[in-house]
Each structure stands twice: as structure tokens, then as C-alpha cells.
T-cell receptor
């Protein structure tokens, strides 16, 4: 069974600071790993998708790395803004059944 | 990116009634869709996998007779909560993966169900 853990559970930073969100998973047999953003009462917005053969993906101020052998992924958000305040979820797609296993999320607050 | 919609966005119903939630892939076809449930301040829990043209498969502990799933076309899956009770109150979210081999999942905006 895939267990996904996200640390820290919550993070509060002043505007402009860089954010580092950590995700770990127990089973390295993953097809891909996705990072999502969820605003309160809303659905999930896909931020970055890293295939199992890739080491990182970048989109604008966001960069995500993947180390499958050690079961870790990290999401970096550069120069944070108040609009980045949300809950960030990582999810690993299992190779055997293509089902997502979610972490509990990191709730980020960026103070103006 | 691909777009998944859900309807309704929120619904209030009385205990004992049934509620249907629709999940549509707007700009791509999805032979498989997934239904999740999310409790306040918790992560998503997979309830079932919806398969176009065949029966849904349910996760352990999910009552298939309470949560009826129908995947009638390549763009529509429905979740019906039968004989709803207050403990069924939750946020229900669907997702659909792209069929291009990347298997990126796109999520609907969610449906807030309140059973009174």
C-alpha cells in the first residue's frame, strides 16, 4: 500500500520568501507524481506532473523534483506572493492500478 | 489543460432522499473517471473507479449500494448517493485522466453535499 506524507503540515512565510514543500512516498513503483493546489472549498488545480523517468519539471515560479529511488519529491515556489496561499497536495500514481495516493497536504500562508 | 466539470456545485437534501452528481470531461474523452470524498481539513479519499461501459469498482469500505456510479458515455459519469443521511454530508470530487499516456489527472470543482 502506498503511503504519501507531506511535511510540513502548515507553513507561514512573508511575501517574497521562497517556499519548499516536501513529499515522500513509500512505494517507488509509481507511474508519475503530481502536485496540486486546492483553495478552500474548491477542487484541485494541477500544477506540475513529473513522469517516473523524469527528475524535475518547471513552470514559471514553480519547480518540482523527483527522486524515485529515495521516494521523495519537492516543490519549490520562488518569490512567494499572497496569492500563493492555498493547500498544496502531492499525489503518486501507482503503476499497478493507476490510482492516485494523496498526501494530507501542506497549507501555505503568505503574509503581505 | 483539460477541463472537468461537476454539477451541481452544492446541494442540500433531506435525509432519506437520493442525490445525483454529474462529472463531465468537456474537451476530452475519458474511459475512466474517479470519485473522491473529502472531509474538512482532510485529504482526498478514493471512493471508486468509474469505467465507461462496465461496472464501477469500489474501494474497500465503500458501500456500492449507497453510492451508485454510472459511466454512460465517454464524457459523463454520475454518482448517486441513495437514501442520504447526515453522515454522507461531504465534499465530492471527480477526476479524469488524459488518455495520452501521461495519465495526468484533471479534477472537477467539487460538489458540496449537505444532508439535513
Amino acid at each position: 500500500k502506498q503511503e504519501v506524507t507531506q511535511i510540513p503540515a502548515a507553513l507561514s512565510v512573508p511575501e517574497g520568501e521562497n517556499l519548499v514543500l516536501n513529499c515522500s512516498f513509500t512505494d517507488s513503483a509509481i507511474y508519475n507524481l503530481q502536485w496540486f493546489r486546492q483553495d478552500p472549498g474548491k477542487g484541485l488545480t494541477s500544477l506540475l506532473l513529473i513522469q517516473s523517468s523524469q527528475r524535475e519539471q518547471t513552470s514559471g515560479r514553480l519547480n518540482a523534483s523527483l527522486d524515485k529511488s529515495s521516494g521523495r519529491s519537492t516543490l519549490y515556489i520562488a518569490a512567494s506572493q499572497p496569492g500563493d496561499s492555498a493547500t498544496y497536495l502531492c499525489a503518486a500514481l501507482r503503476s499497478n492500478d493507476y490510482k492516485l495516493s494523496f498526501g494530507a497536504g501542506t497549507t501555505v500562508t503568505v503574509r503581505a | 489543460g483539460a477541463v472537468v466539470s461537476q454539477h451541481p456545485s452544492w446541494v442540500i437534501c433531506k435525509s432519506g432522499t437520493s442525490v445525483k452528481i454529474e462529472c463531465r470531461s468537456l474537451d476530452f474523452q475519458a474511459t475512466t473517471m474517479f470519485w473522491y470524498r473529502q472531509f474538512p481539513k482532510q485529504s482526498l479519499m478514493l471512493m471508486a473507479t468509474s469505467n465507461e461501459g462496465s461496472k464501477a469498482t469500489y474501494e474497500q469500505g465503500v458501500e456500492k449500494d449507497k453510492f451508485l456510479i454510472n459511466h454512460a458515455s465517454l464524457t459523463l459519469s454520475t454518482l448517486t448517493v441513495t437514501s442520504a443521511h447526515p453522515e454522507d454530508s461531504s465534499f465530492y470530487i471527480c477526476s479524469a485522466p488524459t488518455g495520452d499516456g501521461a495519465y495526468e489527472q484533471y479534477f472537477g470543482p467539487g460538489t458540496r453535499l449537505t444532508v439535513t
